[in-house]
């Protein structure tokens, strides 16, 4: 940081450290001058850095998204870089991508005030943002806890704020700079992009270019908190008031003509996150088990007596279920599955029967995992919900079936115990679950939050199997070799 000689009391330091007041004078100029270091509280030096950020870019602000959880402790402890929160011994929900921290902690930041990436609060230039993108997709993070700080791009200004070129993730570094006049070398076209695909993967990290604060960020930079919804801005403005003097402006997206959050809005339904994450996914699984329990004691006229009845329907006739016929003959562009939905689940459940997890679970196990697994991606569909008719790529299908499974389980069914209600609804809802955490980097937390049992765990990793072997026969060669740590870990994890 810069040091001004004029707040200094130059004649005690002579006296202090034995030598001339001049000689100090010319050892903290050449400091600041070795180290970049500029004096911007002086409104003449305000304006000469102002003029030197491009016009165009000076109604920009920059991002740092964060969990809900951490709110309250940025605003009692300070807006820490990671190495400063670790020093203090601070916890965080932490919502990073787990297998970049090495990297970005070993990073070198090559210009003044020097340091490594994790000396630093980072932010980025873009607000549809790759990395929060992936960690929605991974379903490691619950889209609508997440909060962005917005500070305006003048602040690069001070002398605590380095940016980059591109994303700090990389084995090959960005650059790095610490001149405004600098921001004209960024991708503004891959920043600034509106759509949320990337072409390559350069363009990917050069969109997430980032601005790094030394340390710590003074709560007053604040401008601006992006939020979720109505229930999130009254958390945020209700914690600002309780623990902070500083009063930033909340709101919803657009902000600056932006947006933020990834929803389903391709699907008309723009309120909604795109994919359900962890804590809601495991809240609405359990409410769908309650809500079926309690509704079922007033239906009447099922059409099934029980689910070894329903099974047999379901093998003479796909269709028997209006869910199923919903997904059957449903065309996939995809370029995991080659093959139309139904055919797709025709083959899990013939996978099913002929795996060793299956084969191990009592005969009433095996009628839910089959029966599950006939009803297993009925959430992709029914066909109208694609304006084509052909089902996309979709993560978040196994919660779109949760209020399906409602319908199926209230009322198609005569005889239906707790056990089996639970049973399947976890096997549908969270089929994937298994496969995303050995592929995925889906957190193992959310299978050890999940299991009760561990008749739980291999029906899972029977109808995973199953799934997975439908699609590809290596990731099923993948899933069997990883498989024997993830049961020793969930095992030790249920004692």
């Known amino acids: 940081m810069y040091i001004d000689v004029n707040e200094l009391d130059i004649y005690q330091m002579s006296l202090d450290f034995n030598v001339s007041k001049q000689y100090i004078i010319s050892s903290i100029q050449k400091y600041n001058i070795d180290n970049g270091y500029k004096k911007i509280n002086d409104d003449r030096q305000k304006e000469l850095n102002l003029n030197s950020i491009p016009e165009s870019l000076r109604s920009k602000y920059f991002y740092h998204f964060t969990h ?5 402790s940025i605003l009692k402890n300070g807006f820490l870089s990671t190495n400063k929160k670790d020093a203090l011994g601070l916890g965080h929900k932490n919502v990073a991508n787990e297998s970049i921290q090495h990297r970005r902690h070993e990073m070198d930041v090559t210009c003044s005030p020097h340091g490594k990436v994790h000396d630093y609060v980072p932010f ?116 600002f008031k309780k623990h902070s003097s500083h009063n930033p402006t909340v709101t919803y997206q657009p902000f600056n003509g932006r947006y933020f959050y990834f929803t389903k809005f391709a699907l008309g339904r723009g309120s909604e996150t795109l994919v359900t994450g962890p804590y809601l996914l495991k ?89 599950s697994a006939y009803l297993h991606d009925i959430g992709k569909g029914p066909k109208s919900k694609w304006n084509d008719g052909k089902q996309k790529a979709y993560a978040d299908h196994p919660a779109d079936a949760i209020p399906m499974l409602e319908r199926i389980l209230v009322e198609e069914f005569e005889e239906l ?79």
């Open 124 to 239: 980025y230039l873009t607000t549809t943002n790759p990395m929060l993108l992936s960690l929605v997709n991974n379903k490691n993070i619950d889209q609508p806890f997440m909060i962005f700080f917005a500070i305006p791009i003048l602040k690069i200004l001070e002398n605590n704020v380095v940016f980059t070129d591109a994303s700090a993730n990389t084995s090959s570094p960005p650059n790095f700079y610490n001149t405004p006049s600098d921001l004209e070398k960024l991708d503004w076209d891959a920043v600034d992009k509106r759509g949320w695909g990337s072409a390559t993967d350069d363009e990917r990290h050069k969109r997430m270019a980032e601005v790094l604060v030394h340390q710590e960020v003074p709560l007053d930079w604040i401008d601006t908190v992006v939020v979720w919804n109505e229930d999130i801005k009254k958390y945020v403005l209700e914690t």
């Open 68 to 72: 809900i959880e951490n709110l309250e």
């Open 283 to 371: 809240n609405k699984f359990e409410n769908a088990i309650k809500k079926i329990i309690d509704r079922r004691v007033t239906q009447t006229n099922f059409k099934f007596q029980n689910i070894e009845d329903a099974i047999d329907a379901i093998d003479k006739d796909f269709c028997s279920i209006d869910e199923l016929e919903g997904i059957f003959e449903l065309e996939t562009v995809n370029e995991v599955h080659s093959e139309n939905v139904s055919d797709h689940t025709k083959k899990v459940v013939t996978n099913l029967i002929q795996n060793g997890y299956f084969s191990a679970l009592s005969n009433e196990d095996k009628d839910i995992a089959k029966l």
């Open 417 to 495: 115990s707790e056990y089996e209600i639970r049973k399947i609804c976890m096997l549908v809802v969270y089929h994937d679950l298994i496969g995303d955490i050995i592929g995925n980097n889906r957190s193992q937390k959310e299978l050890i939050d999940l299991i009760e049992d561990e008749n739980e765990l291999n029906m899972l990793i029977a109808i995973s199997l199953a799934d997975v072997s439908a699609i590809n026969f290596v990731w099923t060669i993948s899933l069997n070799s990883e498989l024997p740590n993830l049961i020793h870990e969930a095992k030790e994890a249920l004692k």
